[in-house]
């Protein structure tokens, strides 16, 4: 008797809709929302306040050397103020007013005597005595102070150190080489420290600043010191072979100067250079001196006042600019 095999079930039948093309683009019926854009319309506000406040506006300027000074006696040092006002008390001042001069003489080979020579003055030095008095908890913040304004420059930078006497505030330039303060009173918050500054430059400058504009017709330049001045010159181009006279001397450059274009000379170190009228270096290159032209630093304004002549070879119509502080020995 056969067996049966067994048989595989068939499966069912599954229906599906088809899947909708979302890619296709439908057609929407007409259709309305409640949202509506306004319309441009213009609004006048009353009065009202905004918890932001502005900053205040602050204005910087450069210390002008000496202007914290108010009474003779009184010495400013960088910007600090010693006086008998304050803590930082002036004692005694030796080599403020004073000259150093190296003597230029050579000796006769055949004669007594010696030949004259040129006399230059050396560098100032300038010893002060300085009493700190400050019997208080702030005497060690007051030492502090004095001592910071005792650091050495990185580099040969110079400060200005500004004394007045009899009414007549004098500005020279230099650096402290040398200051103690000694401890032995600084229980009762005194110490009587001596400081000795080296200037370089032996003069001494007023506080004024002066300038003045020259043209070809010429004009006066004055310093009420008694030391020569060592002027700065800015001349405008266009201008070929730029030549002023000052005081016998005369000084002039090998250059054309074009339209745009100054010439700035400093003839305290010698600088000289081409910038265009906002102060942009154009060329610090070497620039020649004309044939009967004095060497940059020895054109000075000595004291008095003195005439300034103007004679280009050409063109110079904007004339020139001068800079100047008047000079004391």
């Known amino acids: 008797m056969a067996r049966l095999g067994r048989g595989v079930p068939a499966r069912p039948g599954i229906s599906r809709t088809p899947l909708a093309n979302f890619d296709a683009a439908p057609a929407l019926l007409e259709f309305e929302t409640p949202f509506r854009y306004p319309r441009d319309q213009s609004f006048t506000l009353g009065a009202f306040t905004t918890p932001f406040v502005y900053p205040a506006i602050s204005i910087g300027a450069p210390h002008v050397p000496g202007s914290l000074i108010t009474r003779d006696g009184e010495i400013e040092w960088n910007g600090m103020l010693w006086s008998a006002l304050n803590q930082y008390r002036p004692q005694d001042v030796q080599g403020w007013d004073s000259i150093n001069l190296s003597n230029g003489n050579v000796p006769r080979g055949s004669r007594h005597g010696a030949w004259a020579g040129r006399k230059i003055a050396g560098e100032r030095i300038v010893t002060a005595t300085v009493q700190l008095n400050d019997n208080s908890t702030t005497f060690q913040d007051s030492l502090d102070a004095m001592i910071t304004s005792w650091a050495p420059p ?54 004024d600043f002066n300038a003045a504009h020259t043209t070809l017709d010429g004009g006066t330049l004055t310093n009420t010191g008694n030391a020569p001045a060592s002027p700065r010159f800015r001349f405008f181009g266009p201008v070929t072979t730029p030549r002023v006279t000052l005081a016998g001397r005369t000084l002039a450059f090998n250059i054309a100067v074009e339209t745009g274009e100054r010439l700035d000379v400093d003839t305290s170190n010698g600088d000289v250079g081409v910038y265009d009228l906002s102060g942009t270096v154009l060329s610090t290159n070497y620039v020649r001196l004309d044939a009967f032209s004095v060497p940059v630093e020895l054109l000075a304004l000595p004291g008095g006042t003195w005439p300034v002549t103007y004679t280009p070879d050409a063109g110079g119509t904007d004339g020139f600019e001068t800079f100047w502080r008047s000079t004391w020995w």
């Not at 650096?175 to 103690?180: E, G, L, R, S, V």
């Open 154 to 207: 990185d580099g040969a930078d110079e400060y200005p150190l500004a004394i007045r006497t009899r009414g007549k505030i004098l500005i020279a330039y230099g650096a402290i080489i040398k200051a103690d303060a000694p401890p032995e009173n600084f229980g009762v918050g005194i110490s009587n420290m001596p400081i000795q500054w080296a200037c370089s430059d032996p003069r001494r400058f007023g506080d």
